[in-house]
């Protein structure tokens, strides 16, 4: 599967953003999931949805962020609000196939929060 991801920005803090990641194909049997990577830091998860629907979140952004997809899962989303500048970071999404364990990133797309 490819994966495209896009929304990025520039925006004050307190604002809001939603990023896209566009499957090329239905996402059913993959674990979904949002990653962060800030310069000089390691890459994190941010938060990720199961098959079931069940979703997962970074303590840092718990009550901030939303992961979802759309009902083809063909479209992943990770909405945002109240950003801090902490959250600047390249975002990437992720898929990892359920049975073969096979992990698909995105390009990633750039976050930047001023204070």
């Known amino acids: 599967v490819q994966l495209q991801a896009s929304g990025g920005g520039f925006v004050q803090a307190g604002g809001s953003l939603r990023l896209s990641c566009e499957a090329s194909r239905s996402t059913s049997s993959y674990v979904m999931g949002w990653y962060r990577q800030a310069p000089g830091k390691q890459r994190e998860l941010v938060a990720d949805?199961?098959?079931?629907?069940?979703?997962n979140y970074a303590d840092s952004v718990k009550g901030r962020f939303t992961i979802s997809r759309d009902k083809a899962m063909t479209t992943l989303y990770l909405q945002m609000v109240s950003l801090k500048p902490e959250d600047t970071a390249v975002y990437y999404c992720?898929?990892?196939?359920?049975?073969?364990?096979?992990?698909?990133w995105g390009q990633g797309t750039q976050v930047t929060v001023s204070s």
């Open positions: 949805i199961r098959i079931g629907g069940s979703s």
């Open positions: 992720k898929g990892t196939h359920m049975w073969n364990k096979i992990e698909y």
